[in-house]
């Protein structure tokens, strides 16, 4: 392996462990010590703690070897070998911090009576590693790989699968679970799905413009001239009047979406504007490739 390719694969492998490091101690100082739950694979190790005491490091490579098989058919070689590092990297974690608990090195947050801050910093905790888990193409297994999986195939985010997935498995929790636990594990979930979305796509976010008029040239040329930001023109047809016209195509910053609109509606009141968000924008005007 050349130096490149070295370098490549470290950028990838440190944010998989930090994601599952950040994960594991999510699971361990908030979720487990208040009894509350998970969704996926790692709420059924949850569960085999609080009914049987098995340590979550063992349960959660147990329960993902056949998950890793099928993940190893459907997503292919190199999505499947930064799972595998996942897996791993996540049992080694929650090992590690489970040792680090018994021996008094770390006392995990436990409460009575705060639990809407436990299931605040829960769901910030464990949707921050697995977002950054996510984002660099590696999964923890267990449901991460169905999601993946769906969101190749369909299209879903990896929030809103794993929200539904984690709905679900929570649901039969409550077998074993209290009611009130119950709620306040589905907030922390919540809010989870809302930072992994977040981390996958990208801090910055901006809006895009599509404006369809007679007049895009013209509203392009005062746009590029006072606003300093690229226009795209792009040719079309209306449907219905069969007439040729053009579209003009534009990303502005959230603070810039008044002025464009005064632009487009100056020259021409009648242009229909479609505004849609768009998210970690990169080229000039915003966040710059670092190569």
Known sequence: MNSNKMMG????????????????????????PNHLMEGGV????????YALGVSPSI????????????????????????????????????WL??????????????????????????????????????RFGGTTGGSDIIARILGRKYGFSMGQVI?????????????????????????????????????????????AFTIISDHAPEIADIITKDMERGVTLIPAIGAYSKQAKHMAYCVVSRQEIRRLNQIAKSVDPRAFIIISDVHDVHGEGFKEDEN
């Open 163 to 207: 929200l539904s997935l984690d709905i679900i498995i929570i649901g039969l929790s409550l077998f074993y679970i209290k009611k009130e636990n119950i709620l306040y594990t589905l907030v922390a979930v919540f809010i989870a799905s809302k930072v992994i979305d977040f981390i996958q796509e990208g801090a910055y976010s901006a809006k």
């Open 97 to 134: 911090f489970e040792r680090m608990i018994h021996s008094g090195w770390i006392v995990p947050f436990e409460t009575e009576r705060d639990y809407i801050l436990v299931s605040l910093y829960a769901g910030i905790t464990l949707g921050a590693g697995l977002g950054i888990v996510f």
């Open 9 to 32: 694969f470290m950028k990838t492998l440190m944010p998989i462990l930090l994601g599952t490091a950040i994960y594991a101690f999510g699971l361990l100082y908030f979720i487990i």
């Open 59 to 94: 349960s959660n490579l147990l329960l993902n070897i056949p998950l890793f098989l099928l993940g190893w058919k459907v997503l292919g070689g190199r999505q499947i070998f930064y799972t595998g590092i996942g897996i791993g990297s996540l049992t080694f974690f929650l």
């Open 42 to 49: 790692t709420g059924i190790t949850i569960l085999l703690k």
